[in-house]
């Protein structure tokens, strides 16, 4: 792209931004859906699929996940799914490295995928930033290449 299409990009930008128009954009809408099988699994995936915007559809079903890429409304996709008649919510998990204390009771769920915690909304359980959490994988035994005091 030259100059003149950065230009020309960037005023197409400033023009929507004052229109009031609001560029939707590409993301993914994770949901934990309850699926007792393939058929359960299609069903979700044909209504996911129907969704305005929606690109793909991934079903993980050993852990109750389906994911909705595209220009999509978290809430439409929400809703989508619920009307299929199975039990859903948005996404409840976060890996475990992001949390400062991931096996505190109300973080800590047998149920989640493995190395994933339940997220939470309460500052008690803070989350790192991505400093505090590059030194958490410095120490950690997981990392190999990790420091370590002899």
């Known amino acids: 792209m030259g100059v003149s299409g950065t ?4 005023s197409d930008l400033l023009s929507s931004a004052k229109k009031g128009k609001k560029k939707k954009q590409m993301n993914t809408v994770s949901l934990k859906v309850r699926m007792d ?13 129907a969704v305005k915007g929606a690109k793909s559809v991934v079903i993980d079903l050993k852990n109750q ?3 909705v890429t595209g220009f999509v409304d978290p809430k439409k996709v929400l ?17 475990y490295t992001m ?8 973080v800590y769920d047998k149920k989640a995928p493995p ?3 339940r997220g939470t909304d309460d500052p008690a359980v803070a989350t790192l930033n991505p400093v ?8 950690s ?5 990790a420091c370590s005091v002899m």
Do not use: R
């Open 132 to 139: 505090e959490e590059q030194y958490t994988l410095m120490f």
């Open 79 to 95: 809703k989508a799914a619920k009307a299929t008649g199975k039990k859903s919510e948005p996404w409840p998990y976060v890996p």
């Open 141 to 145: 035994d997981d990392n190999p290449n």
């Open 99 to 106: 949390i400062a204390h991931p096996y505190v009771a109300g």
């Open 115 to 117: 190395n994933y915690v």
């Open 7 to 10: 230009m020309e990009f960037l």
């Open 65 to 67: 996940k389906a994911s």
């Open 37 to 49: 099988c393939e058929g359960c699994a299609l069903k979700v995936k044909k209504a996911l699929s």
